[in-house]
C-alpha cells in the first residue's frame, strides 16, 4: 500500500510540475522570446524553468497538440508561425461553433432558471461604462464566464473540446482582442456593440429563438476580426494580441 501511495505522489508531482512547464513555456512562447520558427531544446529550458527533462517534454508535447509548435520530422518543436489569414480563420470558426452552442442552447433549454448565470455576468459587464487599463482586466474575466455558460447551456461536451481546442490558440479565446479594444479609436462603440450582441444573445435563448441565437454569436465573433483588422495598422494595439509575436503579418 505504500509503494502504491509513493507512486501516485511521484504521478501527481509530474502532473503538477507538467502544468507548470506547460504554462511557463506557453508564456514565453507568447511574449516572443523565441522567434518564430526556432528549434526549442528541452535542456535550455530545464536550465531556465528549474525543473527536470520529463514534465518539460511532456510541457511540448501538449503545446504541440494544441498547435502553438510544430513537430519537426527528424523530432523534437519548433515554434509555430501563423499567417494573418490562419488567424482570422480561428476566429471564424470559434464564430461558427459559438453560434452553435447558442442554438443548441436555445434548443435544449428547460427552465428559464438556467439562464441565469448567463444573466449575471451580463449585467457585471454593462456596468462597465468603458474598457480602461484599471477594468479591462476584469471585462475579460466577465466575459470569458459568459461565453464559457453558453456553452454549458448547449449540454455538449463534443462541442466543448472543439471549441477548448480553438481557444487554446490565444489569439482566437473569446477574451484575445479586449486588450488592443481599450486601446483603439471608438472602443467606448465598439464595447456598446458587444454588450448588444450578449443581451441578444441571453434574450434568443430565453425565447428558444435558436436561429437568431446562432446568428447573433456568429456575428459577436466578427467584432475580434474588426478589431484585429484595426490593430494591424496600430503597433501598441498589435503587440496587445496574445501570442501576437507567432502572428506573421506580411503573410496574407
Known amino acids: 500500500m505504500s509503494e502504491f ?6 504521478g501527481g ?4 510540475q507538467t502544468v507548470r512547464a506547460f504554462v511557463g513555456v506557453r508564456e514565453l512562447l507568447l511574449r516572443g522570446e523565441f522567434g518564430r520558427g526556432e528549434r526549442i531544446s528541452e535542456l535550455p529550458l530545464v536550465a531556465r524553468l528549474g525543473m527536470s527533462r520529463t514534465p518539460i517534454r511532456l510541457a511540448l508535447e501538449r503545446l504541440a497538440h494544441i498547435g502553438l509548435l510544430d513537430v519537426g520530422a527528424t523530432g523534437g518543436f519548433t515554434v509555430r508561425e501563423f499567417t494573418l489569414v490562419e488567424v482570422l480563420d480561428a476566429i471564424e470558426l470559434r464564430g461558427v461553433l459559438e453560434g ?23 449585467r457585471q459587464m454593462e456596468v462597465l461604462e468603458r474598457l480602461t487599463n484599471d477594468s479591462f482586466a476584469q471585462y475579460m474575466d466577465m466575459n470569458e464566464a459568459f461565453h464559457s455558460a453558453i456553452v454549458d447551456l448547449a449540454k455538449s461536451a463534443m462541442l466543448r473540446r472543439h471549441l ?22 471608438r472602443s467606448d462603440e465598439t464595447l456598446a456593440i458587444a454588450l448588444e450582441h450578449h443581451r441578444g444573445i441571453v434574450e434568443a435563448i ?10 447573433l454569436a456568429r456575428e459577436h465573433a466578427y467584432i475580434a476580426r ?3 483588422e484595426l490593430a494591424l495598422s496600430d503597433t501598441d494595439a498589435l503587440s496587445g494580441v496574445p501570442g501576437g509575436p507567432l502572428i506573421n503579418v506580411s503573410v496574407r
Open 5 to 10: 501511495r509513493a507512486a501516485s505522489h511521484r
Open 13 to 16: 508531482d509530474v502532473d503538477s
Open 100 to 122: 452553435t452552442a447558442a442554438r443548441l442552447a436555445a434548443e435544449r433549454l428547460t427552465h428559464d432558471a438556467e439562464l441565469e448565470a448567463l444573466r449575471h455576468h451580463c
Open 164 to 185: 477548448d481546442q480553438v481557444n487554446s490558440l490565444p489569439f482566437a479565446s473569446p477574451s484575445a482582442m479586449v486588450f488592443p479594444t481599450s486601446i483603439l479609436p
Open 206 to 215: 430565453g425565447k428558444r429563438q435558436s436561429t437568431r441565437a446562432e446568428g
Open 226 to 228: 474588426r478589431v484585429l
